[in-house]
C-alpha cells in the first residue's frame, strides 16, 4: 500500500496525522468514500447503502446498463408498497 504498519497502527490510536498521500492510499484500498474522512458530518449514509453504492461503482458501463432496469422496477416496486401502507 505504500506506508509501513507504525503508520498505520498510530492512525488506529489516534497518534499524529498521516501525509495526503498516504490518507489518500489507505482511502482507495479499503475503498472508503473520501466524504466519509473529509467531511463526517455530511456522511450519513448507512452501512447497507455505503455497499450498495460500492457494488455500483465496480460495474462496468455495460453492467450498469443491464442492472439499471432491474433496479428502477425494484424500486417502483417498493414505492408502491411503501405507499399503500399508508
Do not use: W
Request: proline share 5%.
Amino acid at each position: 500500500m505504500g506506508c509501513d504498519e507504525r503508520t498505520i497502527l498510530n492512525i488506529e490510536n489516534d497518534r499524529g496525522n498521516p501525509k495526503f498521500e498516504v490518507l489518500c492510499q489507505i482511502i482507495a484500498y479499503l475503498h472508503i468514500p473520501a466524504d466519509h474522512i473529509f467531511h463526517p458530518d455530511t456522511a450519513t449514509d448507512g452501512l447497507k447503502k455505503q455497499k450498495l453504492l460500492l457494488m455500483l461503482q465496480e460495474c462496468d458501463e455495460q453492467e450498469a446498463a443491464e442492472i439499471l432496469p432491474a433496479i428502477e422496477y425494484l424500486l417502483a416496486l417498493i414505492h408502491k408498497r411503501g405507499n399503500s401502507n399508508e
